[in-house]
């Protein structure tokens, strides 16, 4: 737990946000998550970390509450954090990987990315969204240099329809894929590919695996925590 002070906090685009923190990052994995203090509210918030940074995280939420409301105006001034938490994304020895993110699934993927590419392999990333409107980050990746495909349901920007009907049409060979996105996307996924990792949004409270309040089951029924034992899973591990 760290007070770090915020940087900068400005609007992506509709609804969403970048804050840059400074702050301690050495244990930084991607794929991992730190829990918010936000003042006047009891509960934490648990946002994904998009970037560490040399000096501290890059953090990228959407306001959906009354608490992410009052985090969206919070300007120059410290604000209490908890973590990293939760197990990230492993960067594995591959020539190709496929990131797949939708909607607010996509910042924990450019931490992600940049780790990829340091090690040499081929980067492709297949972002969802809404719409135009909605859309973030697209250029960031690719000054990475990441391949980008984009897809949107109302069909303003990119393939019109899912992020898999991205991939099928721009003929993405996926051998091997880490996302992290809404459910029916996670659940798309799983039912289609084969090799990778999921990374799980759930609603929690502590975010260290106390209070159970993110349970979710694999193939075998077991109980696993979304906060401790994810967010990221195996592909075919739990039950979506």
């Not at 909605?134 to 690719?142: K, P, T």
Request: glycine fraction near 10%.
């Amino acid at each position: 737990m760290q007070e770090a002070r915020i940087r900068s906090n400005q609007p992506l685009c509709a609804d969403t946000f970048r804050m840059e923190l400074i702050c301690d990052s050495s244990e930084v994995q991607p794929g991992q998550f730190v829990q918010v203090q936000v003042p006047e509210f009891f509960l934490r918030r648990p946002i994904s970390i998009c970037e560490k940074t040399d000096d501290g995280i890059v953090l990228i939420y959407k306001v959906v509450g009354q608490g992410t409301k009052k985090m969206s105006e919070m300007q120059d001034q410290t604000i209490n954090i908890f973590g990293p938490l939760g197990t990230g994304f492993p960067i594995e020895q591959k020539d190709h990987v496929v990131l797949i993110g939708g909607g607010v699934g996509v910042p924990p993927l450019y931490e992600t990315a940049k780790q990829f590419l340091n090690q040499g392999t081929k980067v492709d990333v297949v972002l969802g969204f809404n719409s135009k409107e909605q859309a973030f980050y697209i250029y960031e990746f690719q000054t990475l240099g990441c391949s980008v495909s984009v897809a949107t349901m109302d069909g303003s920007l990119g393939t019109k329809g899912t992020v898999i009907d991205a991939i099928q049409e721009k003929k993405i060979s996926v051998d091997f894929l880490e996302a992290c996105g809404p459910l029916p996307m996670l659940k798309a996924l799983q039912n289609t590919y084969d090799q990778g990792y999921l990374s799980l949004e759930a609603r929690m409270a502590c975010g260290m695996g106390a209070c159970m309040g993110c349970v979710v089951k694999d193939q075998e029924g077991h109980a696993l925590r979304v906060c401790k034992d994810g967010p990221v899973f195996p592909l075919g591990k739990v039950v979506l």
